[in-house]
């Protein structure tokens, strides 16, 4: 399973855009790049998946260049309630078991 | 269409005491993983349910168990409590195993003292 870096910590003001880059330089070829959501005392929500080139759905963007040993998770015009951990996890997502999530970046979000 | 359902929501137990938790998965989802959560550190997975059949197991040791039964609704069970075992347990239902489309429930937090 490839490792991923995100920063720990972002602070950024309400409806300011927000990019959150993930390192994963040992991704593999089956590999799919995923974003998580949660916030306090709940689970994790899923945001947006991907494996190349640009993916948006209706909360999110995700960049992945070429290389695809980086991606960036953009959340445009962020509000209050866009405060929380967001991870980005690695994995073939045809066969992973497993979800495996490393520490996150805390998203806080402030007026 | 119902999410994941898990119970309780929070519980304080003894240390040395056995422990059941219980979650109810999204309808037609047929997979079930389990996580645990420890403060401030992301979820870690502790094993996968499919058809039943336990398909996947993290680094946690046989006192960590578990059950699928035939309505995909899931157990785990931890025996002999630790404190260390303090933390938030998440469920996770999809519709197959190896798909990325987890549904988490909102956790049962255990506090062992």
Redesign the interface.
């Known amino acids: 399973l490839a490792k991923t870096t995100q920063p720990i910590s972002m602070d950024s003001y309400e409806g300011q855009e927000v990019n959150i880059t993930c390192s994963h330089n040992n991704i593999a070829t089956n590999d799919?790049i995923?974003w998580y959501q949660q916030f306090p005392?709940?689970?994790?929500?899923?945001i947006i998946?991907g494996y190349k080139t640009k993916v948006t759905n209706e909360v999110a963007s995700l960049f992945i260049p070429a290389d695809r040993k980086s991606s960036t998770l953009s959340l445009p015009r962020v509000s209050l309630s866009d405060t929380a951990v967001y991870?980005c996890?690695v994995?073939?997502?045809?066969?992973?078991?497993?979800?495996?999530?490393?520490?996150?970046t805390q998203l806080t979000v402030l007026p | 269409e119902t999410g994941v359902t898990q119970s309780p929501t929070h519980l304080i137990k003894t240390r040395g005491q056995q422990v059941t938790l219980r979650c109810s998965s999204q309808s037609g989802h047929n997979t079930v993983s389990w996580y645990q959560q420890a403060l401030g550190q992301g979820p870690q997975f502790i094993f996968q349910y499919y058809r039943e059949e336990e398909n996947g197991r993290g680094n946690f040791p046989p006192r960590f168990s578990g059950l699928q039964f035939p309505n995909y609704s899931s157990e785990l069970n931890v025996n002999a409590l630790e404190l260390d075992d303090s933390a938030l347990y998440l469920c996770a239902s999809s519709l197959s195993q190896g798909s990325y489309g987890y549904t988490f429930g909102s956790g049962t937090r255990l506090t062992v003292v």
Do not use: N, V
């Not at chain 1, 005392?41 to 899923?46: A, L």
């Not at chain 1, 994995?91 to 996150?104: E, I, K, N, P, V």
């Open positions: 799919y995923t005392s709940q689970g994790p929500r899923f998946q991870y996890l994995g073939d997502a045809g066969s992973a078991r497993q979800l495996t999530f490393g520490s996150g």
